[in-house]
């Protein structure tokens, strides 16, 4: 299942697109979403659905705009409804836009599909109170948002962050999926749980070699 990363927005968050069998389903969109567009256009390309893994303005920005060009449904976490009167989901914050308003779904926890593709939604709260992580494990490959990155995890300053929760949703669920798994994060190089593991200096040696 190939994955399409594009770098989108102010803080260049990577918005993803994965596809199987001409079927497409967008994870995060940072900005303008052009260059998924055309993507889409070029490998022809139904897009089925619009992810979001957790609530803030730079991976919200292109959602409407992506929305209205497919006509994809917007699905996003209920438990960041809460930000949703904040800086950090509306924007505005540190000067940045505002976010253009889109009408959303929520995401149900657990086993669905999407585009046709088997995912599992996965509770990550801790950058956020309801970040998500998606997990599709046909292809043994994880959008984690800010919750982990490479060598890094994402910062608990923002409303409703919290460090502690957001230890153990990388430790307790991230880390419980197989070590060859491929973590696509929000922001940044993509890296593997297993590596993380073994070298995320943030999460106290939790493997040690
Ligand atoms: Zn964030």
């Not at 994870?27 to 659905?49: E, F, H, I, K, N």
């Not at 970040?131 to 959008?143: A, E, M, T």
Request: proline share 8%.
């Amino acid at each position: 299942m190939p994955v399409a990363d594009f770098p989108l927005g102010p803080l260049q968050t990577n918005s993803y697109i994965i596809h199987n069998e001409g079927r497409a389903v967008a994870v995060d969109v940072g900005g303008d979403p052009d260059p998924m567009l055309q993507y889409l256009t070029s490998q022809r390309l139904q897009l089925t659905d619009i992810l979001i893994t957790h609530r803030h303005f730079d991976h919200v920005y292109g959602v409407a705009a992506l929305a209205e060009a497919t006509g994809a449904p917007v699905h996003v976490p209920a438990e960041d409804d809460c930000l949703a009167d904040t800086e950090a989901a509306r924007g505005g914050i540190w000067g940045f836009p505002l976010v253009p308003d889109f009408s959303a779904q929520h995401i149900a926890m657990g086993a669905t599909t999407f585009g046709g593709m088997t995912c599992q939604v996965l509770s990550t709260p801790g950058h956020t109170p309801g970040g998500i992580s998606l997990y599709f494990p046909d292809d043994h490959l994880v959008f984690t948002g800010d919750a982990l990155f490479y060598r890094s995890l994402g910062r608990t300053d923002f409303p409703g962050g919290d460090q502690a929760t957001l230890l153990h949703s990388v430790t307790a669920v991230l880390f419980a999926l197989p070590e060859n798994t491929v973590v696509y994060p929000g922001h940044g190089p993509s890296t593997t749980i297993g590596d993380e593991k073994r070298h995320n200096p943030f999460c106290g040696g939790f493997l040690q070699e």
